[in-house]
């Protein structure tokens, strides 16, 4: 399985930018995706997750109600748009697989239930 993360930019705070994560493999409708973020000096962090059917969301409190993570099966393809865009928002963006295909909430939030990562693409939000 490899996944390809883009739609990464420099974009000013208020704005708003979409990633893409187009996956390899055609199990990609049966398992759980994930979205987390590592900017300089910290370590990563979760942002969003999504059970194999876009059923269930799971967002971080840092982004909810800004983010929105959606998939089409269809396309081997998760999204995740995000609006009101802060400084603080800054980071490298890294989709993954989840071991699960509903992982639930607390689990869906670890590093450990992903098995398979993208290469990131960068997020840069000027004040």
């Known amino acids: 399985v490899q996944l390809q993360a883009s739609g990464g930019g420099l974009v000013q705070a208020g704005g708003s930018l979409r990633l893409s994560c187009a996956a390899s493999?055609?199990?990609?409708?049966?398992?759980?995706m994930g979205w987390f973020r590592q900017a300089p000096g910290k370590e990563r962090e979760f942002v969003a997750n999504?059970?194999?059917?876009?059923?269930?969301?799971t967002y971080a409190d840092s982004v909810k109600g800004r983010f929105t993570v959606s998939r089409d099966n269809a396309k081997n393809t998760v999204y995740l748009q995000m609006n009101s865009l802060k400084p603080e928002d800054t980071a490298v963006y890294y989709c993954?697989?989840?071991?699960?295909?509903?992982?639930?909430?607390?689990?869906?939030?670890?590093?450990?239930?992903?098995?398979?990562w993208g290469q990131g693409t960068q997020v840069t939000v000027s004040s």
């Open positions: 993954a697989r989840s071991k699960f295909s509903d992982a639930g909430d607390r689990l869906g939030r670890i590093d450990s239930s992903y098995v398979y």
């Open positions: 493999g055609r199990t990609f409708s049966s398992y759980g």
């Open positions: 999504i059970n194999w059917g876009g059923g269930r969301t």
